[in-house]
């Protein structure tokens, strides 16, 4: 699944880079023919990237949106008082996953990984991952379904 949409992405940003590429080879040649067309070839640089950043910005969110860590599903983020996005790491993390591990399969960085430890062991006042684990244990966040 996940797969396929990364294809679906890359496919589509092929297809509008390639696009573009065309565009502006076509504005150019029209640079060339006119003058005073510089602030149109700019304009419709702009408009193009604009556009693009939009439409990848949408598909990142819904993405992201789509992505639920299986265990997260049934527990309560505001009970543990913990935001959506660090039950992710911590269900991760009690899985025995590494930092590194852990980034690649949310798809950010290191450090976005290091933040969201800190914040993890700081709300649940532990100062290590086997007291995180072992607290997340404790509040039920280990009784939810298994990663497939």
Partial sequence: MVFRTMLKIITVTGLVLGGSVVL???????????????ELYAFAVAVLFTAYGVFIGRRASDASAQFQHPRTSGF?????????????????LTDGLSNQEIADRL?????????????IYSKMNVRRRTEAVKRANEMGLTLNHPIG
């Avoid at 502006?24 to 060339?32: A, D, E, F, I, N």
């Avoid at 798809?107 to 914040?119: A, P």
């Fill in 76 to 92: 309560n983020a505001q009970a543990s008082g913990l935001s959506a996005r660090e039950l992710e790491v911590l269900a991760l």
């Fill in 24 to 38: 502006l080879s076509v504005l150019r040649h029209q640079l060339t023919m006119q003058t005073d067309s510089v």
């Fill in 107 to 119: 798809f950010v960085s290191m450090n976005t990984v290091k933040t969201h430890l800190s914040s």
